[in-house]
């Protein structure tokens, strides 16, 4: 007989546990605990033949509760929570109890009831958390986090070693945690944005130290991501689909200050899916000329082979250069170690204590070509030089269309970055590539990233409010191409804006379309150089703040895309301005307020 909640008076944790432990006793110590159950309650003593029964029925369940292992990430872009997910099948693999969460959704009520937690996390801005982990942070960095001694725990943390404060927010956690007693499982692995190979090897890492404390051994455990990799689609992250461009338009006027790419690409036949609010990765190439302008400054030949990762591929070092690694994005990590392998006195003073400021003003506008010309001359072998250089990054834009609408294709938005430094022009890697190099007909290599943090509300009849200047406007062409396929019903208000009307009126006659049938309720658009003073789209909200704070009690969903820094920050501080102003909020009360949004994803943002 199976004991259930409904037929016994034990709870469902204890049900769980009696079911585990009862078909592992042999008929003697059944008959034995039914025996000790009954002698317990009058008093009897417990013998010492007894007792060893009753230790082994404990190891029993001692080794049932260390195959449960909790899995919170906090992700802004979706890297976190498609590693998370991965580590997830891994270890379901290998017979562990998964419990996968959002740090968003985690009630924290029951982190002291965990023994086993893995974290993976994100880290945006300057060190910010990302949105969904906001919740979790507050708690365990707050007063009210309380002491974990039985806690074991391990961190992946995710960054970009260009930026001051590099996986801060794992590397808080990571501290954090120690403070309230808890002991790690395995160190903390720090990643930067070409996450792959150190992701698998933490994997590796965790699943073998959580073998070992259950006394077993797992071939997985070698395996990393891999193992769940063959369950994924065919093309991925790391084995990107190769997509015909079939259109690539400027999409800005005559005269305008901006160049915005509308890119369409073929993805037949890759089996890739994508929902509205996800984005595309694409793996770009350098400039052939910064390429050839960097071998001639160190005299090496193009043709020589180099490894190229750490299996140990080999590639024509300019075809390496051109493809795998990255030559124009300087960091503190990647000088440091450049000075150990120069004698140039000056470098190593640049990287020495002391000298950050002095050291991130020079990173600034500059490459690595830059370094090679101010640092001259240089005696180190090629391979120890290309060795320190990190992979070129993907680069993830939020993609401008619907699959419904576009079978087998995907629409970008991207704008072109140019700019003059340091008597040098220079032009984005990825944008720079496809305003003067990528054909129609060419391939770019690509992948889908699913961003489960942006999505359109599962009931077609909620208020949507979007929220996209500039190149941010990519998702929402996604989110009204969408709706306009399904049929939905539900209010939409879009706030757009830009340099001017004539030149920069991103997808002007679609919205204007969406506006006439329906699809668009409302749109309010803000050209900052076509007035004295510049308007900007929090300003359009403001002049609507009592209309857009009707919305919000009608249950309306907010979404943001564009710039984090200035835009998202702007539009943040309007929302709590509106708040304020037409419901009567006090400060405390307007925050909290968007936080509930956010938990409850009323407030989603896109942003970079």
């Not at 993830?396 to 072109?416: C, F, M, Q, R, W």
Request: aromatic letters at 8%.
């Amino acid at each position: 007989m199976t004991l259930e909640v409904i037929n016994s008076p034990f709870n469902e944790q204890q049900v769980e546990l009696l079911n585990q432990l009862l078909p592992a006793l042999t008929e003697t110590q059944q008959i034995w605990l039914g025996g000790y159950l009954s002698a317990r309650q009058i008093g009897q003593q417990i013998t010492e033949s007894s007792s060893t029964a009753v230790l082994e029925a404990q190891e029993i369940v001692k080794k049932v509760s260390t195959k449960e292992v909790t899995i919170l990430f906090g992700s802004q872009t979706g890297n976190s929570q498609a590693l998370a997910g991965k580590l997830a099948k891994n270890l379901k693999a290998e017979n562990f109890n998964v419990t996968l969460a959002s740090m968003g959704d985690f009630k924290t009520n029951t982190l002291k009831k965990i023994d086993k937690l893995l974290i993976v996390v994100s880290t945006q801005g300057e060190g910010d958390p990302p949105d969904t982990a906001l919740p979790f942070y507050e708690f365990l960095l707050g007063k009210r986090a309380p002491k974990l001694e039985n806690l074991q725990y391990s961190v992946l943390a995710l960054g970009d070693s260009s930026y001051d404060y590099f996986c801060h927010t794992g590397k808080e956690f990571d501290e954090r945690l120690l403070e309230l007693g808890a002991q790690r499982l395995s160190p903390r692995v720090d990643c930067d944005l070409d996450f792959d190979e150190q992701a698998e090897e933490w994997f590796a890492t965790v699943l073998l130290e959580l073998n070992e404390i259950q006394g077993s051994k797992s071939a997985a455990s070698q395996q990393g991501i891999t193992s769940s990799e063959t369950e994924e689609a065919e093309y991925s992250r790391t084995n990107p689909f190769q997509a015909e461009i079939l259109e690539n338009l400027n999409l800005n006027g005559r005269g305008s200050n901006k160049e915005t790419r509308h890119i369409e690409l073929s993805l037949e036949g890759s089996n890739l899916q994508f929902e509205p609010g996800d984005s595309l990765g694409i793996y770009p190439q350098n400039d052939p000329k910064l390429v050839d302008a960097l071998i001639a400054e160190l005299g090496w030949n193009g043709e020589d082979p180099v490894v190229v990762n750490k299996i140990g591929t080999f590639r024509p070092l300019r075809e390496a250069l051109l493809a795998n690694f990255d030559i124009t994005v300087l960091t503190k990590p990647l000088l440091q170690k450049i000075a150990t392998l120069s004698t140039n006195i000056a470098l190593k003073e640049l990287v020495a204590t002391g000298q950050e400021q002095n050291l991130k003003d020079y990173m600034y506008g500059r490459d690595l070509l830059d370094v090679v010309r101010d640092f001259a001359p240089w005696e180190v072998p090629m391979h120890e030089f290309i060795a320190i250089l990190r992979k070129i990054p993907a680069r993830l834009y939020s993609i401008a269309s619907s699959l419904k609408a576009n079978p087998d294709e995907v629409h970008l938005t991207i704008g072109t970055v140019r700019y003059e430094a340091h008597g040098r022009q220079r032009l984005g890697v990825s944008s720079g590539e496809l305003a003067l190099r990528a054909q129609p007909g060419d391939h770019l290599s690509v992948y889908v990233q699913s961003n489960q943090n942006f999505r359109l509300p599962a009931n077609p009849d909620t208020p949507m409010i979007m929220i996209g200047p500039g190149t941010g406007i990519a998702p929402f062409r996604a989110f009204l191409e969408e709706r306009e396929e399904i049929g939905a019903k539900g209010k939409t208000w879009l706030f757009f804006g830009d340099q001017h009307y004539v030149t920069d009126f991103l997808y002007q006659t679609e919205w204007q379309r969406w506006a006439k049938e329906g699809v668009l309720t409302q749109i309010d658009i803000a050209f900052s150089r076509d007035t004295d003073d510049k308007v900007y789209v929090q300003h359009r909200m403001l002049e609507k703040s009592q209309e857009l704070f009707e919305w919000l009690e009608e249950g309306a969903v907010i979404y943001v895309c564009g710039d984090e820094k200035h835009m998202a920050a702007d539009v943040h501080d309007t929302l709590e301005t509106i708040l304020q102003d037409e419901g009567g909020l006090n400060a405390k009360e307007a925050a909290d307020y968007l936080t509930e949004m956010q938990q409850q994803k009323r407030y989603q943002r896109d942003v970079y």
